[in-house]
């Protein structure tokens, strides 16, 4: 077999992929290869991601950051991603990390699309308050606007309870397409799992899984946009939840916000979207913004406290609307004491 594969630009020349092998000739299949960045920060007690719209589209759909990586400009596709959210946003990332890699026919192409496939790249970045007054370009809008059931800071979001859950139970009651891929789950043991439907407990980390679950069940626009003749809409009246995005970039989103919640209990990473002095309370509502739930206070600053993850600076905050508080710093030589020095807070239903 032999397999040549040429870079190029997203908007640009595709890519050419011939693949030869015996007895079988394919013809050259056009593949574009494009970096997506879920950018990450909490501004006023709300986690906030960086959209952009197509400037050729006056109502189009907000849309991750993106563009191309090119192997001659940028010697790995991280420095490429930098590079590019610099030149675009004018925002310099800090922490940056590699979520997965998207390649799905039909969560890109559209009906009767004949363009290049487009592999994406998805990276997760984070960004401090202070990093993110002066945009070149884009938009900072709160992720629970595209995933509104996400919010359990007042308790059990009315989404769910109202539209939701009604709403799978009769995709659940409803038969099932002959193309459905076979799971060792049925459908409502999917959407107790995931939805802590029947008394299960909620899973903060599932995100991902629950949006996949409502992309199958039709109840997201994007799903009547890809496949509308296999979405599993029970009727025309059955309602769409959240707002859609380009492509499939709420399906990256959404494993960004699963990755940064599971991640924020064993590593550091929630002290990335800190100022270098803060409250303990600023430190809560940054933890609930980014977990969802809310969280008893004198538990929350105890399990803080006890696990060394922060130290007093000596100095106070005196608007606060109340008594002053004291301010604190992130103990770095934690990272230097034990491998997984994350915010351990075991969550339960509220």
Known sequence: MTTTVNLSAEFAEPISREIRSPGRSLEATPVEIGLNAAIVSVSNDEPVVLVVRNQNETNGADGLPYGPFSPFDHRTLEIGLRSWVKEQTDIDLGYVEQLYTFGDRGRHAQPGDTSPHVVSIGYLALTRVSDIDNLRAGLWRSWYHYFPWEDWRKGCPEIIEKVIAPELQRWIDSPNARTSPARPLDRRQRA??????????????????????????????????????????????????????????????????????????????????????????????????????????????????????????????????????????????????????GVRIKLGRS
């Open 192 to 341: 107790r799992i995931c939805f802590g439907l029947d008394g299960a407990a909620w899973d903060e980390e599932k995100v991902l899984e629950r949006y996949e679950l409502l992309y199958e069940a039709g109840l997201v626009a994007e799903a009547r946009r890809d496949r509308p003749e296999s979405a599993a809409v029970v009727s025309g009246n059955t309602p769409t939840v959240g707002a859609s995005m380009r492509f499939d970039h709420r399906r990256v989103l959404a494993t960004a916000i699963g990755r940064v919640r599971a991640k924020i209990k064993y590593r550091p990473v929630i002290f990335e979207l800190m100022p270098a002095e803060f409250t303990l309370f600023e430190l809560q509502k940054h933890v609930e913004a980014i977990l969802g739930p809310h969280l008893h206070k004198q538990n929350f600053r105890r399990l803080v406290e006890s696990a060394g993850l922060v130290e007093p600076t000596g100095e106070v905050k005196t608007r606060t609307g109340g008594r002053p508080a004291k301010l604190f710093r992130f103990r770095r030589e934690v990272l230097l004491e034990r491998p997984a020095p």
